[in-house]
Every structure is written in structure tokens, then in C-alpha cells.
């Protein structure tokens, strides 16, 4: 018991102290490689992720196709203390998962620990911070929508790469899309903004990224289109293509999506194919 209880929150204490013996079976049960460990990889790298979002993705990778049975799965992991469920969060569909100190400590026991976080990481995030996370999930199936994605890595990911590679990135990015172009493939570093940061931020930013050789351009995905321009206003002459848009429009347009391009004194509007077009003969 001492062992398990070291790595849960009072929520999850809480649940150990009221489970009897069929419920301590169920923590104790092995996972599926083939399903389960997918799952909980699924939800440690979203950081939070709704119940629609989360079964569309596994859907979309093959793991699973029967929504009875991610249910089941999803409710077993849960009463397992391997994944925390709170409420909805609008205008997301369904509970919220993230995952525990518990189901990270039982990642890393299968080998598939990060080091940005742990089971014995200070502090997890926020629920205040879902609403980001959440987004960034519907950003990431825009991309998956258009059938050019080849991959995406989380800041989860991003921040464990940073530890480990000889060049890191310049910043930790909200996720990089790589996508497929004309025969060659282009490195997206995606930011969400919800609101604005202050002027010396992005000051810090743009002279960061400003020798960043491991992506080809930034989006800039805003809460809201009034943002959008505001956030612009922020980046002068670019020395990485850059490129700002709202959220909800990439969204429903995908590629054709009109956004705001920007990259040194170019400024210039057109559909992200457009920027990745304009991109591309660029690159590094």
C-alpha cells in the first residue's frame, strides 16, 4: 500500500482507501501493449484530454475502433488510478482526463518515462490549464484532417527531446507538426495563444527563435481573431517564416485557411498552403 500511496494525490488516496479486494485486483492488473499502454501514453502526452478527443485519436491511430470497448478501457484505467477524471470543460465533449503519479510511475516501469515529467515531478498540471491543452488536441487533429501529417510531438515530448539532443530548440513550442509538401516534408512549431503575453516576452521570443535551425516556420494559433493581429504586431522582421490565424478558422479550413505570413519585411495574406509553398524553397 505504502508503495502505491506514495505516488497519488488525496483524490487518489482517497479512492484506495474505499477499494476492496476486487478493487485492489484491478490496480494490480497487467496492461495490454497492445491497447492500454497506447492509451496511457495517449493521455500523459495530451497532458489533458476530453473523452471525444481522446477516442477519435486512438481511432485515428488504429488502437482502437469500438467505442463500447474504449469506454470499458478508459473506466478501467481510471478506477485503477492510473488516469484522473474530472468534469467537462465547454465546449469540449466529455469528462477531462490526465494522467496520475501512479500511471506515470507505471510508464516508466514498461520503459516509457519522460524526463519533463515524472512520477516524482514537484508539481502536475493545473486543471486551470486544460482549456490550452484541450485546444491544442483540436489543433492537432486540423492537421490530421488534411492528410499530410507524418508526426507530432507534445511539449511534453519537445521538453524531453530539449534535454537529450545536441541542438536543442530554441523554445519549448506547444508541438511541431511535420507535414508532407510537394515530395519534402516542412517542421511547423505550433504556440496557442489564449491571451497575450507582455512586449519584453515577446521580445525574448523573437530573439530566440531567430537562429532556430530544428523547425522551418511557427504558427501562431490565437483564442480569439482579434488576437491575431494584435500578436502579429509583436514579431518585426521575423528571421523564421512565421504565421498567424485563430484557432477556430485552421480549424474549419485546414489548408485554405487565410492567415497573416510574415518573414523579414515580407508581410503578406494567404492560405497556410500557400505559406507552405513560400516556405519550402527556404528551409534550412
Known amino acids: ?36 499502454l497506447p492509451l496511457l501514453l495517449a493521455v500523459r502526452n495530451c497532458t489533458f484530454v476530453a473523452h471525444d478527443q481522446l ?27 492510473h488516469v484522473r477524471k474530472t468534469p467537462a470543460i465547454d465546449p469540449y465533449k466529455g ?22 515529467v515524472t512520477s516524482g515531478s514537484r508539481n502536475l498540471p493545473s486543471i486551470l490549464q486544460a482549456p490550452h491543452f484541450l485546444e491544442l488536441n483540436d489543433i492537432h487533429h486540423a492537421f490530421k484532417s488534411t492528410g499530410k ?13 530539449n534535454y537529450v539532443i545536441g541542438t536543442p530548440l530554441a523554445k ?20 496557442y495563444e489564449r491571451t497575450l503575453k507582455s512586449a519584453d516576452r515577446y521580445k525574448e521570443i523573437q530573439k530566440a527563435i531567430q537562429d532556430e535551425g530544428q523547425v522551418d516556420m511557427v504558427l501562431y494559433l490565437t483564442s480569439t ?9 509583436e514579431f518585426n522582421h521575423p528571421a523564421l517564416p512565421m504565421c498567424f490565424v485563430s484557432s477556430g478558422k485552421l480549424r474549419v479550413n485546414l489548408l485554405e485557411t487565410v492567415l497573416l505570413f510574415a518573414y523579414g519585411s515580407m508581410r503578406e495574406t494567404f492560405s497556410l498552403r500557400d505559406a507552405i509553398t513560400t516556405v519550402l524553397p527556404i528551409k534550412g
Do not use: P
Open 225 to 233: 481573431l482579434d488576437l491575431v493581429f494584435t500578436l502579429s504586431r
Open 55 to 81: 477516442f477519435q485519436l486512438m481511432m485515428e491511430t488504429g488502437i482502437e475502433h469500438d467505442r463500447r470497448c474504449f469506454n470499458w478501457r478508459i473506466r478501467r484505467l481510471t478506477k485503477a488510478a
Open 172 to 191: 519549448d513550442y506547444d508541438a511541431i507538426a511535420e507535414i508532407e509538401a510537394a515530395g519534402d516534408s516542412l517542421r511547423i512549431a505550433i504556440e
Open 149 to 161: 501529417l507524418k508526426s507530432w510531438k507534445s511539449d511534453r515530448e519537445l521538453i524531453s527531446l
Open 95 to 116: 469528462a477531462v482526463y490526465s494522467i496520475t503519479r501512479f500511471g506515470l510511475a507505471v510508464l516508466e516501469s514498461y520503459g516509457e518515462g519522460l524526463v519533463s
Open 1 to 36: 500500500m505504502d508503495g502505491i500511496d506514495s505516488y497519488l494525490d488525496q483524490d487518489g488516496r482517497d479512492r484506495l482507501n474505499n477499494y476492496d479486494e476486487e478493487g485492489f485486483e484491478r490496480i494490480g492488473v497487467q496492461l495490454s501493449s497492445e491497447r492500454d
